[in-house]
């Protein structure tokens, strides 16, 4: 069997080196520049007086290390070459004498503040009802990183996957999520539930369960200060008597809509990534138990209220988040002489989140997870109209840091660099990284 040998690209190899003035020039091999400043070079030191490989972390000990208080503010490198390894290597002089500094040419490339690439986030690829979304198996996915991590990346690009062949069960279902990482706690002791039309104690209390009616679009737990990041709805029964499209799941792309807003009526988007519509829920009493160790049932309540933007921008102007649900609103906060377009503008990205232009309608089978960006997608549900028809699903959420977590991990691990330079490389930095290697 042969084995592939694989090599750094250009990108990521040093040409040449020189000390300017206040910094470092380097000519990398694929003809780019880089400048680094010395005290921007000098606090990243990762040597191990001033670095921790052990935790990961800055070493501000008294006496040594990373002490704020006593980094000179106007460092002074004695010399800087290219070492045998292509490392960037520098001896200080000043008021450090003999302190010795190398950074790998990776770490220090995508660190470059003049390369446009690294200040270009990942586009999402936008789209409508006519999107084909991407299926997984579950054997693949827990077996398998490289198919773990083009599930998550199909993720950020799409927002949106199905895996097949679960196992119709709790346990089935709790794996794959842990796969990725932990669930979210809920607001009362389950972090799994249940949806089923047959619950009618839970279709009394809580609209997403009242069987006969259509499911609007809505992004869920709006009036969280920060809402989960990925939803998890596993199909365990689906017993239809009709055989027609009744509990088919509708998903849109709420940045696509966003992006529709902004060309179509830019008022209205100014509007809705400006002003606040907020939201709350008062929860009544819900039946639960805290523990199985537990007899009885405690009655929980929950009160939640938060002023959200429906569309809220990075600092780049583009869309990363949307909240947006109609049943969860209260009394818009808003200067009376701008409640009329801002409810104008409400209506239209509602009735845009309802366009058959815009929605995938589309059945979960029994043994299928879908999987989606709360954090970008709107869902909901078709009405059903027969009282027999029989459909449970099992719910879960997971928090954005637990779904990067895991995807920064995996990037990682496919750049092959020692954990000494990945830790706290931007989310870019890493998917650059984890291309810098050529067959």
């Known amino acids: 069997m042969t084995t592939l040998v694989r090599q750094l690209k250009r990108t990521f190899a040093i040409a040449s080196v020189a000390s300017v003035d206040n910094g470092v020039s380097i000519t990398w091999k694929d003809g780019h520049e880089s400048f680094y400043h010395d005290l921007w070079l000098r606090d ?3 040597c191990s ?6 935790t990961l972390s800055l070493n501000s000990g008294e006496g040594e290390g990373h002490d704020p208080l006593k980094m000179p503010l106007d460092p002074i490198p004695e010399t800087v070459k290219r070492d045998r390894e292509g490392n960037l290597d520098i001896i200080w002089g000043g008021e450090e004498p003999g302190h010795h500094s190398v950074f790998d040419p990776s770490w220090l490339r995508v660190h470059c503040q003049q390369d446009p690439i690294l200040q270009q986030s990942r586009k999402p690829q936008l789209w409508d009802a006519s999107v084909s979304i991407p299926h997984f198996t579950y054997h693949e996915v827990m077996k398998d990183n490289e198919i773990l991590l083009l599930w998550l990346e199909k993720m950020l690009d ?3 996957a199905i895996i097949d062949d679960v196992p119709k069960n709790k346990a089935g ?3 794959l999520i842990e796969r990725v990482g932990p669930i979210q706690q809920r607001y009362h002791p389950t972090h799994i539930f249940t949806l089923d039309t047959g619950n009618k104690l839970a279709g009394s209390i809580h609209h997403a369960y009242q069987y006969m009616q259509h499911l609007h679009n809505h992004t869920d737990h709006v009036s969280y200060n920060v809402p989960p990041r990925l939803q998890f709805l596993g199909c365990i029964e689906y017993n239809n008597p009709d055989n027609d499209k009744q509990a088919y799941s509708t998903l849109v ?12 009526q830019p ?14 829920r008062r929860r009544l009493g819900v039946e639960e138990k805290v523990s199985d160790r537990e007899k009885g049932t405690t009655k929980y309540q929950w009160e939640t209220y ?7 921008l990075d600092r780049n102007g583009e869309v990363y988040q949307i909240r947006h649900h109609e049943k969860d609103r209260v009394p818009l906060d808003v200067s009376p002489d701008k409640i009329q377009d801002l ?8 009735t845009l989140a309802e366009s058959p232009e815009y929605n995938a309608e589309f059945l979960i089978e029994p043994g299928q997870v879908l999987v989606n960006d709360n954090w970008r997608l709107l869902h909901g549900r078709t009405a059903i109209h027969n009282p027999q028809l029989r459909r449970i699903l099992l719910g879960a959420y997971m928090k954005p840091e637990t779904f990067r977590s895991r995807l920064r991990l995996l990037l990682g691990k496919k750049s092959e660099m020692p954990n000494l330079w990945l830790m706290g490389c931007s989310d870019r930095a890493l998917e650059i990284l984890a291309d810098r290697m050529t067959a």
Do not use: M, W
């Not at 409810?343 to 509602?350: H, R």
């Open 173 to 175: 279902f709790q794996s």
């Open 267 to 280: 008022k209205y988007f100014q509007l809705l990534t400006q002003e606040y519509v907020p939201t709350g």
């Open 253 to 264: 792309d709420g940045f696509k809509i966003a992006d529709v807003l902004r060309v179509q």
């Open 44 to 46: 990243a030191c990762h």
């Open 306 to 312: 938060h002023r959200q933007r429906v569309i809220n």
């Open 343 to 350: 409810y104008a503008a409400y209506q239209t990205f509602t």
């Open 49 to 54: 007086q001033c670095f921790q490989e052990n």
């Open 158 to 160: 799409l927002g949106v």
